[in-house]
C-alpha cells in the first residue's frame, strides 16, 4: 500500500458535537503531519509527529486534539469547533521527519470538513 | 522568517507555449525547495524537488541561491498541465515542515 488513507471523505458537525478524523499509512513512515486547507489557499501546518511523538504544535487550538496511537495512525479529535473551522483537512506522511528523507511529504485526498 | 512567494494567483497560457510559473524564498539557513502539483479532484503530489535536478513530465526547476528563486518551466506546455501548482521550502523549526507559497492556478488553453 503506497498512499495515505483518511477519513471520512467529508463530515459535517455542530457545533457543539465530538468527531475525530483519522489517518492510516502503510508505508513504514515514521513521521505524519495534519494540515488545514481553506479555499483557494495552500496547505496550512497544524501538527507534525514524528516516532509517535507530537514535535510540532503550530498554535493550534485546544479545539483541535491529535494523536497518534501507533506508527501507521494519526487522528485529529474534534470538539467545540467554530463555523471558521470548516475546510479540507489534509494528512500527510514522510519517511522521516529530519533530513532528505523527512522533506518529501506524501498527501491523503482530504476530509472535507463542514461545521454548522 | 521564513516565506514563499507566488507572484502569479493565475497563469493562462496556449497549448504549446512555453510556461514559466516564478517562485523565491526568504531562509537564513540552507534552502531546499520543492514544486507540488494538485491537479483537479486528485490529491497534492511532488512534482519535483531541487536537489534530483530531474524533469518530471517535462517540467524543471532550477535553484538560484543568488536570486532566491525556483522557478518551475516547461518549455511546451500540455492541457494535462492545467493544475494548481505550490512552491514549498522545507525548513527546520524544531522539526522540519514545509512552508507553502500561495499557489499558482495554471490554465492550458487548447
Known amino acids: 500500500d503506497t498512499e495515505v488513507t483518511q477519513t471520512p471523505k467529508h463530515l459535517v458537525m455542530g457545533m457543539t458535537n465530538k468527531k475525530s478524523l483519522k489517518c492510516e499509512q502503510h508505508m513504514g513512515h515514521r513521521a505524519m503531519y495534519w494540515y488545514k486547507q481553506k479555499a483557494k489557499k495552500p496547505p496550512e501546518l497544524m501538527f507534525v509527529?514524528?516516532?509517535?511523538?507530537?514535535?510540532i504544535n503550530e498554535s493550534v487550538p485546544s479545539r483541535f486534539s491529535p494523536e497518534c496511537p501507533n506508527s501507521s495512525l494519526l487522528n485529529l479529535h474534534l470538539h467545540a469547533l467554530q463555523p471558521e473551522d470548516s475546510a479540507l483537512y489534509l494528512c500527510?506522511?514522510?519517511?522521516?521527519?529530519?533530513?532528505?528523507?523527512?522533506?518529501?511529504?506524501?498527501f491523503g485526498p482530504g476530509t472535507r470538513l463542514t461545521v454548522l | 522568517a521564513q516565506r514563499v512567494t507566488q507572484p502569479e494567483k493565475l497563469l493562462s497560457v496556449f497549448k504549446g507555449a512555453p510556461v514559466e510559473l516564478k517562485c523565491n524564498y526568504s531562509?537564513?539557513?540552507?534552502?531546499?525547495l520543492f514544486w507540488y502539483v494538485q491537479y483537479s479532484r486528485q490529491r497534492l503530489q511532488l512534482l519535483l524537488r531541487h536537489i534530483s535536478r530531474e524533469s518530471i513530465k517535462g517540467f524543471t526547476a532550477d535553484l538560484n541561491k543568488g536570486e532566491t528563486s525556483f522557478h518551475l518551466k516547461k518549455p511546451f506546455a500540455q492541457e494535462e498541465d492545467s493544475a494548481m501548482y505550490y512552491c514549498?521550502?522545507?525548513?527546520?523549526?524544531?522539526?522540519?515542515?514545509?512552508?507553502f507559497g500561495q499557489g499558482t492556478r495554471l490554465t492550458i488553453n487548447p
Open positions: 509527529y514524528s516516532y509517535e511523538k507530537l514535535s
Open positions: 531562509y537564513s539557513g540552507s534552502p531546499e
Open positions: 514549498a521550502l522545507s525548513v527546520i523549526q524544531g522539526a522540519q515542515k514545509l512552508v
Open positions: 500527510a506522511s514522510s519517511h522521516r521527519n529530519l533530513g532528505l528523507a523527512g522533506s518529501e511529504q506524501f
